[in-house]
């Protein structure tokens, strides 16, 4: 493991009533000027230019970028993704969860917050919580056309509940250095209001940080 890299120590369970979450470390200061440091290989992504990090799905390679923005909602996320030819980006798997968690907490340490997913509730779940036709593996969808499976369903423990008078339709993760941000475990996933105000209903810890494009090379 490359010395100057972050990894969260995560044990994630995909069922919404168990959940164990290990000690966090603040993250490391990079080391080394950004100029100096070592590069990766990006695959196709890098004809995107700076920031753009590539991931190999079932359904092909997939570009990746995480945008810093404070307070917006998930409609503005989506714009400002489409604006770069690209959509909110799903996650195929745990290592894209923990490559996106990683990155944001380095970036906005020590502060928390979240960051929008592309994922958005199916039609059929819309008015109900947790039930056995709308589970944590079923009652969300993919929205980037690209993301495929459950893989990347990694709920925090009795998500996604669907609560706020069945207003829960979009997605995000919890990021930060610490076990979890006001309840809601780090690293994972939580369903929440599409147009939700975390600061003015008194979750500022959990306030929207950034959001993740993503577009096929």
């Known amino acids: 493991m490359p010395q100057n890299s972050i990894f969260l120590?995560?044990?994630i369970l995909v069922v919404p009533s168990f959940c164990i979450i290990l000690p966090q470390k603040p993250p490391k200061v990079k080391d080394c000027p950004v100029q100096?440091?070592?590069g990766e290989s990006n695959g196709n992504c890098g004809k995107f230019g700076a920031g753009w990090k590539n991931f190999t799905r079932p359904l092909g390679e997939w570009c990746m970028k995480i945008f810093y923005e404070n307070s917006t909602t998930q409609p503005i996320a989506?714009?400002?993704c489409q604006a770069q030819g690209a959509t909110l980006s799903g996650l195929q798997n745990q290592m894209e969860a923990q490559y996106v968690v990683s990155t944001v907490t380095r970036h906005i340490y020590p502060e928390t917050g979240s960051v929008w997913v592309g994922m958005a509730r199916r039609s059929f779940c819309q008015t109900v919580g947790l039930t056995e036709d709308c589970s944590w593996a079923t009652s969300f969808q993919w929205t980037d056309n690209s993301a495929i499976g459950f893989d990347g369903f990694g709920w925090a423990c009795n998500q996604p509940d669907n609560a706020r008078g069945r207003s829960?339709?979009?997605?995000?993760l919890t990021v930060s250095s610490q076990g979890s941000v006001d309840g809601t475990q780090t690293g994972l996933l939580d369903d929440v209001g599409c147009e939700f105000?975390?600061?003015k209903n008194d979750k500022k810890e959990r306030d929207i940080k950034a959001y993740i494009c993503g577009k096929k090379p």
């Open 197 to 199: 105000d975390f600061i």
């Open 168 to 172: 829960q339709h979009c997605g995000v």
């Open 36 to 38: 100096n440091c070592p």
């Open 9 to 11: 120590l995560l044990t």
């Open 78 to 80: 989506e714009q400002r």
